[in-house]
């Protein structure tokens, strides 16, 4: 039997759902084999690379995987660590060890990060069906002073980012906002004033609530020259 795709590139398939047929082709994350059918395992996107083929959930909580960028609002201080709240199914934490500043034991941590501070931080360690370690050693890894965070669903994060960055970079040089996106689904903006952040959070959403249809860019690229100071710099 000759291999083919039954489905496109980024179609929306539910459960079962046949979405190739013959063994050219692999199942990746969010499907299963069987016999010679690939076919979907839960609600999502199908994303076709090379032979591979995946579902990229549309909903679910956060499942953080070691080296993600995210961003997290600190829910508790211990002796030796903040607890930070990254949206997902368990708890992370922020050891003294981890933080860009030298901390003597016995400080009052609280004036370093406090209760409902936002850190931009890396996943530095996940510990099965326990938790999650972090880091604020590394490049742009800080409190996140000002501004405003949306959050959206973490499945979308890579199409709110685009190619080599080139979706987020285009709400950047449009609205000249700073702008983290975090790939626990919390988007960091920050503007010079709150209509360019206004802009760009409008953006953002377009984008989580469109993902799957053609033409997006330029939707977005349209939508941030309706008004906007096109002449500014990110």
């Known amino acids: 039997m000759d291999s083919k795709m039954l489905v496109e590139d980024r179609d929306i398939v539910i459960p079962g759902e046949v979405l190739a047929c013959g063994m050219d ?27 591979f083929v995946k579902v990229i959930a549309l909903t ?30 368990y708890g992370a934490a922020l050891a003294l060890r981890e933080t860009p500043e030298f901390i003597e034991r016995g400080s009052d941590l ?14 530095v360690n996940v510990i099965k069906g326990k938790g ?37 970079s285009l709400i950047k040089e449009k609205t000249s906002c700073m702008i983290v996106v975090g790939q626990n689904g919390k988007v960091w ?16 959403l377009k984008i989580e609530q469109e993902s799957h249809v053609d033409g997006l860019t ?8 309706k008004g906007g100071k096109n002449d500014k710099q990110s």
Do not use: H
């Open 132 to 168: 999650v370690d972090l880091t604020m050693k590394g490049p742009g890894l800080r409190k996140a002073n000002g501004g405003r965070i949306l959050e959206v669903t973490p499945s979308k994060v890579p199409r709110i980012i685009g190619k080599q960055g080139s979706m987020i």
């Open 60 to 89: 679910g909580k956060y499942s953080a995987v070691e080296g993600d960028l995210v961003i997290g609002k600190v829910c508790d201080v211990t002796i030796g660590a903040w607890l930070v709240d990254i949206g997902g199914a």
């Open 189 to 204: 903006i920050k503007g010079e004033n709150t209509e360019d952040e206004v802009r760009a959070a409008e953006a953002v």
């Open 110 to 123: 609280t004036r370093y990060y406090d209760f409902g501070d936002i850190i931009i931080a890396k996943v």
């Open 218 to 225: 330029e939707k977005i690229n349209e939508l941030l020259s």
């Open 25 to 51: 082709f692999l199942p990746g994350n969010g499907t299963y084999r069987e016999q010679d059918k690939i076919l979907a395992s839960q609600l999502g996107l199908v994303s076709v690379n090379n032979r």
